[in-house]
């Protein structure tokens, strides 16, 4: 990184990479499910404090360097570069990072050059997603509302700010940009869309009443109202 404040640029990411390079070795590991219980779970845990911080978080003196060497960095940090991936998919993933790597060879970067690299390989528009993750503290929880209307589900999906002690007093106004998933029996990948507003409708066509979905996406809580 070119400076501390981008320290997470090294951390973060080779704590999510040292997974998927055991998983691409070693598949039947399940190594996946140790990442949830070692890294993701305790992301979660400290993010929903109040006194948490962002994953980007300005450095000035070297003496506030280790501040920062901690789950935030390392874990939610993995924890969004692995949602990362899984939105704009692996082939994509690594021709941005191909094109990442080449590029700022023997360089320093910043956090901003890896999302120009992947945004382009990828066509989405990864600056505007991942900086709602990194820029600022915490993570939201989604809560799904679906009702049957003749053979179509529609689904209320809303967004507000996780506190683990109930109180989101100052938090009210705080948004991210979060990509979903939802799966059907027909189709694993039915429909995709980043929820960026604090609520959104969507209609699921050619559904029973008998057939379930599944609404992921890679990171937050999800709650059925």
């Not at 993701?40 to 948490?52: E, H, P, T, V």
């Not at 901690?70 to 990362?84: C, E, F, P, Q």
């Not at 705080?174 to 799966?183: E, Y």
């Amino acid at each position: 990184m070119e400076w501390w404040t981008d320290l997470w640029l090294n951390e973060g990411f080779a704590s999510w990479i040292e997974y998927l390079c055991v998983d691409y070795c070693h598949p039947e590991f399940d190594i996946w499910t140790q990442f949830l219980a070692q890294d993701y779970a305790q992301a979660l845990s400290l993010d929903a404090l109040s006194n948490s911080h962002p994953i980007e978080v300005i450095v000035g003196p070297p003496s506030e360097v280790e501040e920062i060497f901690d789950t935030i960095s390392y874990s939610k940090g993995a924890s969004v570069i692995r949602m990362l991936h899984n939105w704009i998919g692996d082939d994509d993933f690594r021709k941005g990072m191909n094109a990442y790597l080449t590029k700022y060879e023997y360089k320093n970067t910043k956090t901003v050059d890896l999302w120009t690299c992947l945004a382009a390989a990828s066509g989405k528009p990864v600056m505007e997603v991942m900086k709602t993750w990194t820029q600022q503290m915490g993570y939201p929880v989604l809560t799904v509302d679906a009702k049957q209307e003749g053979n179509n589900r529609v689904l209320s999906i809303s967004q507000k700010k996780f506190c683990a002690d109930g109180n989101i007093k100052g938090f009210e106004d705080m948004l991210w940009q979060v990509p979903v998933t939802i799966a059907t029996p027909q189709n694993p990948t039915a429909y995709k869309f980043v929820l960026d507003k604090t609520s959104a409708t969507v209609t699921i066509e050619g559904l029973k009443p008998t057939d379930w979905i599944k609404v992921t996406d890679h990171f937050t809580f999800l709650k059925w109202a």
